[in-house]
Structure formats: C-alpha cells, structure tokens
C-alpha cells in the first residue's frame, strides 16, 4: 500500500457531500433495527429479513457501489489522474491500495452496522448476527473490487453498477434460479450461512463455489483494472 494515495483515497471518498451519503444508509438500518426489536412476531425471521434484504442486499452493494467508484471514478472524470500517474509508481500498487482503502471503508460504514443491528434485533444468539456480519464483509470486498473495476473501465460507472445490482441481482436474481450463482449478494449469503449454520440460515448457492466465486472476482477484477490504469498512462503519453 501506498501511504500517499491513500490518504488522497480516503480524502477523496469521505470528504464533501459523499461522507454524509455513506452513513445515511447504514443509520436508516440501525433506526428501523430499534423499531423492529420492540414489534411483536418472530425475531429470528424478522432478523434475517431486514439484515437479509436491508443490509446485505441494499446497504452493501449501495455502499461498495459509492466506495468502489469514487475511490477513482471521480479522478479520471476530472482529468486528476494524471498527476498520479506521473509518479513514479507501478499501476498495480495504485489499484490495489485504492481497493484496500475502499475495502476497508466499506467494511467500517457496512459492517459495523450490520453487526450492531444484529445485536439489537436478535442478540448473540445462533451467531446470526456475526453470520451476516461476515457475509457483509466478504460480499463488500467483492463488491468493492467490482465496481472500482468499473471506475477504471467505463465513465457511466455508476450507471452501470446500478444496473448490476438492481436488474441482475434484484431483479433477475429473484426470479431465475441459475442466475443467483453468479450473484455477489448470494456469494455473502452463503458465507453467513456457513458462520450461523445450516439449520440458521438457507442459502442458494454452496459455499464451495461462493468461496472460489469470491476469490476470482476480487483477483480478477483487480488485474484488469491495473491492466486498464496502465493503457490509460500509455494514451495520456502519446
């Protein structure tokens, strides 16, 4: 990692109207937790609905969304790129400390709310609450990866980001069956799954594919985008 981008990363991504956008999701999942703990009905399916739904199929991929791409979207939009680029400074060690810094951003604004949810709506019990809070953090790695891949790749980034988890995960992935295999949001469900347990949590993908799935979507997203920064500095030379 590369102490000086990260520092302009994070300055970039908490800064300005961007930092409030990045904790007003995971306070409106804390606020509607506390007023579910107090209704009536069953905690434990009402618990898996609103981290289920709310945190791990909203919350992280809006935030990853956010995170992934502002983290260098915004630096190639306005041209800022290239003073960074004129470092002295391999394209891959640029990539993946912006991917670390929004990993770990992502982790800190999702995680920790997720877990603090969890406690509040169903307590320590079944490990329901570090279940989804793990699932959280690995589907906000992959998501991370994926859609700072997009920064690099593409100037409707978001536009695009959008489209992946709305249409693909949202929609198509709700009604196809085979779809939910290539689905991020399924990838950290059945890591959840496996931390609660079987008998917990349901999951339609196994966990020996969502793991592989996982690992090559964070490597692979990775590559190209270091292979894209570095096709981005041989066009701004000639």
């Known amino acids: ?3 000086t981008v990260a520092r302009l990363t994070v300055r970039g991504l908490l800064g300005r109207r961007r930092g409030v956008l990045l904790l007003v999701v995971p306070a409106l999942l804390l606020v509607i937790s506390a007023i579910a703990a107090g209704s009536d009905g069953d905690k434990h399916d009402l618990t898996v609905k609103i981290l289920g739904q709310l945190s791990l199929g909203t919350l992280v ?19 800022s ?11 891959w060690k640029i990539i993946t400390t912006k991917l670390l810094v929004a990993i770990g951003t992502t982790w800190a604004i999702a995680g920790i709310p997720t877990f603090v949810a969890g406690l509040i709506l169903y ?20 998501y991370s990866a994926l859609f700072l891949l997009l920064g690099v790749v593409t100037r409707h980034a978001v536009v695009a980001g959008l489209a992946y988890a709305l249409i693909w995960e949202s929609l198509i992935g709700n ?33 020996g594919a969502a793991v592989p799935l996982l690992v090559v979507v964070i490597v692979a997203a990775t590559v190209l985008a270091s292979v894209k920064l570095g096709g981005l500095t041989l066009a701004s030379e000639e």
């Open 123 to 142: 307590g320590t019990k079944d490990d329901l609450a570090l279940g989804f809070t793990v699932g959280t953090l690995v589907a906000g790695a992959a």
């Open 1 to 3: 990692m590369n102490p």
């Open 81 to 91: 790129i290239v003073y960074l680029l004129a470092k002295p400074l391999p394209r």
């Open 175 to 207: 009604f196809v069956q085979g779809a939910r295999t290539l689905s991020v949001q399924q990838w950290g469900l059945s890591v959840a799954r496996a931390v609660a347990g079987d008998g917990v949590l349901t999951a339609d993908v196994a966990l």
């Open 61 to 79: 991929p809006i935030l990853g969304l956010v995170v992934g791409t502002g983290a260098i979207a915004t630096e190639i939009d306005d041209g």
